[in-house]
């Protein structure tokens, strides 16, 4: 018999939202904490910037049993990710197991030796101390700023400038008649700098180091999700545990898979026109792709075309009146520096000693299913990966998870397997695919199905592959096919 336990989830975004299900409804006595006063993560409308939209189509950012209305865009608006959201905790009665405005400020093993975790958490002026038996992280990527500043900074928002991290750029109006210089190319980068050049900015300088590759939502007409979702693109990238066979048809087959890139390649060249950009990178694109490969702002290269944003490769060296003096020795207008340098990976609520078993010296993390480590007992990540398809991501690895913590996995496996498959992930990403490295080695991308496969494997799933082999092969991963698989995974009950 599987025994109830009490749960915390932490976080209340998508990832917390499938967390709280997937423990819910095995019985699972679930308490969630969002410190926020809403759900939805970064998809919080104050947290969110004017324009955002997703990367990923609106079929590949969806759960299994909830598709996003019909009247949605291919890729919705923020606010339109945030009502799905909200209408998936509603359809679920998700609500009630979560206690908005609550933070967990710390986590301990418990101090009577038994299973489980403490955590300590503030709601407004209150404090206390909570008991778990398992805690699900749930916390996202996404909650603590990168913070950097320059020379001049102190002066120059004296003098009336502004400095900001791409979160706080949230009303457009800012950028009306203003000089304004992005510092980083990212998504965030690219889609403030189209919005401060749509919002009659007077000028717009985006400054970046290197140049990556960058996806167009349509790729010679084609939406992209029919190219590079598919399994058939993916086994060409070097995934991970590849065995004497697997690596002779690589070798085989290299150079199809070469002309494949250049052919990508150079659609990608002539469609954006990178050349004259400046903006081909050295790197090529099979080696780069991951999840730091960012799609392209619609307007990005058209606004550039027209010359309302300025690039620039280099980065800031000071803050001096009324403009930036960058790498380049050249000095940029500037009103308003918006910095979009991305967030802290982390889990800043678990004690020093627990990061070092769970963080490598080098910054990589080491978690089996991208979800747990064996040092670490009683708890797991629900979406602590990146990945293109987060949402379905996030949902499959809930559902293993509660499996896992439960014992009740077809193959649960034993300490020795996970420290195993763990060191042979990090000498992968290490000598093999260094661009497995980005954000801690967190990251699913190019490799959904190769993650999918295998935790559905692990669930005991009869079938985790569409029946038409071909539909399988090229097409991207469906998530209401999935919806279908998990119901093929031996059920139970905790009581
Ligand atoms: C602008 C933007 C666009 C994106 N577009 C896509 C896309 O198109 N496709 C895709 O796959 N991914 C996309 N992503 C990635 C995105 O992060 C994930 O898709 C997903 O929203 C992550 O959800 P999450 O619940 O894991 O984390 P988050 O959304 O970050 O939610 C974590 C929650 O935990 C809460 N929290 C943090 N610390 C604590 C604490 N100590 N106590 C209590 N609560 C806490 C936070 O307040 C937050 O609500 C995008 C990200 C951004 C920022």
Redesign the pocket.
Known sequence: MVKRKKVAV????????AAAKAFDAKGHRVCG????HD??????LSR??PG?????PKD??RFTDHPMPAEYPE?PK?PQVHAYLHSYAAKHDLPRLFRLN????SMDRRANGEPGWTLTLRAGASEWSEDFDFVAI??????EKNTISHPGQEAFVAAGGRVMHS?DYTDPTLAENKHVVVLGAS??GT?IAVNAARNRAKSVHIVYRQNVWRVPYFIGGINFKRLLYTRAQEVQFNGWGRGPFARMVATVTRPLVWANFRGLETLLKFQLGLKKHNMVPDIPIEKEASCSLP?VTPGFFEFMNEGKIKPVIGTFEAYEKDGVRLSTGEKVPCDIAVLAIGWKLGV??LPQAYRDKLIEPDGQYKVYRLSVNPDLPDMGF???N??????L??ELIANWLVRYMDGQLAHQPTREEIERDIADNLRWRRTERPAAQVYGGLCSAPFHFRHFDELMQDMGARKWKRSNPVVETFSYPDAGAYGRFLTTVPDYRAK
């Open positions: 932490i976080g209340g975004g998508v990832s917390g939202l904490f969002e410190r926020s759900f939805g993560g970064v998809w919080e969110s910037y955002v939209q997703t990367q990923s590949l950012y890729w923020g609550t933070e967990v400020l749930c916390s996202g990527q996404f909650s979160s998504k965030s889609d799609i800043p609520y629900v979406g602590f990146s990945s293109f398809c987060t949402v991501s996030a």
